[in-house]
């Protein structure tokens, strides 16, 4: 059993892909070729947003939009705390500072109370200026954004969505990656839509940004590519992966989403009450980038991983760390206490991620149930 097969989606959509990435080829237009343009049209209108930026990974994406917005020292940028790395190290590299606020217990994504809280500390510290709320969908759920945005809105903070494991999901109705003043997802190969390689876009409505970011994105280029009116990077998208992208993309609209959050709903109904279940916020949706469980602690915890490995079950810690202690972002320490994390902390002790995609077998479903009840009933 694999935790995302991705061979087995490939070999259901083999033609489909193979003919994608052959007609890049001998057409030989790998850079900004036309299949960029259609799959940023496409994602546009899914989400619907104004405007799509495909670029080179999810990481780029965030950093394309903090500094579109001009984001450097001195900056205030508050984000989770339980998250992947790039969530915060694209602040640090920017020169402004990542405030990590504890999660919620129930969905795992930032506490909007706790950060009320924290932003308010760090307006009576004088020592930075909050600028940006970066929200993360975790494991596919999006954000709580109804009340990130009157947070925003009170305290004259941009909403940055780091959807980079949402894409797909929906809070009342509204596509994830369209929730914040800008979005961005990725990529990356087990993300929900995932190419064979890196990869990430940017989302948002606002014109001027994008102009930036087109910018920023192509070596600060002003009206041409030989002429360059500020300093940028070397980040788009490859034509390949947006033409394997085009093609993933009819699957997953068309079964893929639908088929996992079925699986959810079966993995749900076999465990809830043997051990703690994600649990969705009425009328939020997601894409399941993760089927996280959790445990009482962290020896139920590593008891359990090890008799799902026995039984060639894959399962993964999705996050071992919480942001706030890894040695990096030390500088951001100054601005939080210990005892501020109590939720990621716990967290980061008792959650295991199952193994979780559309091409999986009931079988396979049915398998991990039972090993979970089956380890449950031994230990207790
Ligand atoms: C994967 C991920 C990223 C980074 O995406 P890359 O394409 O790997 O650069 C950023 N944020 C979150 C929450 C992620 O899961």
């Not at 795992?108 to 600028?131: F, H, M, R, T, V």
């Not at 893929?256 to 009328?283: H, Q, R, S, T, W």
């Amino acid at each position: 059993m694999e935790f995302k097969d991705l061979k087995k989606q490939y070999m259901f959509l083999k033609k489909e892909i193979d003919c994608a990435i052959n007609s890049v080829i001998s057409e030989t237009n790998f850079i900004s070729g036309r299949q960029v343009k259609e799959l940023e049209d496409e994602l546009a209108e899914y989400v619907g947003t104004r405007f799509c930026i495909g670029c080179a990974n999810g990481t780029d994406a965030l950093k394309l939009a903090l500094m579109a917005w001009d984001i450097g020292a001195g900056d205030a940028v508050f984000v989770p705390d339980f998250t992947f790395f790039a969530s915060g190290e694209v602040v640090s590299m920017l020169g402004a500072t990542p405030v990590f606020v504890d999660v919620e217990e129930t969905t795992y994504n930032i506490d909007c109370k706790k950060l009320e809280a924290s932003i308010e500390k760090i307006l009576e510290g004088d020592q930075l200026c909050p600028k940006v709320i970066l929200a993360v969908d975790l494991f596919g759920q999006p954000a709580d954004f109804g009340e990130i945005r009157r947070l925003a809105a009170k305290y004259n903070l941009k909403i940055l969505e780091d959807g980079a494991q949402g894409f797909g999901g929906a809070m009342n109705g509204k596509p994830a990656c369209s929730l914040g003043d800008i979005s961005t997802t990725s990529f990356f190969p087990a993300k929900p839509l995932g190419c064979y390689g890196d990869g990430g876009a940017v989302f948002l409505n606002d014109e001027e940004a994008e102009k930036l970011i087109r910018s920023y994105q192509n070596h600060g280029k002003g009206n041409n590519k030989y002429d360059n009116v500020r300093i940028g990077m070397n980040s788009r998208l490859d034509t390949i992966q947006a033409a394997i992208l085009l093609a993933k993309f009819e699957e997953f609209k068309k079964s893929e989403l639908d088929k996992i959050n079925e699986f959810a709903g079966v993995y749900d109904a076999g465990l809830e009450g043997i051990v703690g279940i994600p649990y969705m916020k009425e009328k939020f949706y997601s894409s399941w980038a993760q089927y996280t469980i959790r445990l009482k602690d962290r020896s139920e915890r590593e008891g359990l991983r090890k008799y799902l490995a026995e039984r060639n079950i894959p399962s993964m810690i999705y996050y071992p760390k919480p942001m706030h202690r890894q040695l990096a972002f030390q500088n951001s320490a100054l601005y939080c206490k210990e005892e501020d994390y109590k939720v990621t902390n716990k967290l980061c002790d008792t959650v295991l991620s199952l193994p979780l995609h559309p091409y999986m077998e009931e079988d396979d479903l049915k398998k991990v149930i039972n090993a979970v009840r089956e380890y449950k009933q031994r230990t207790v």
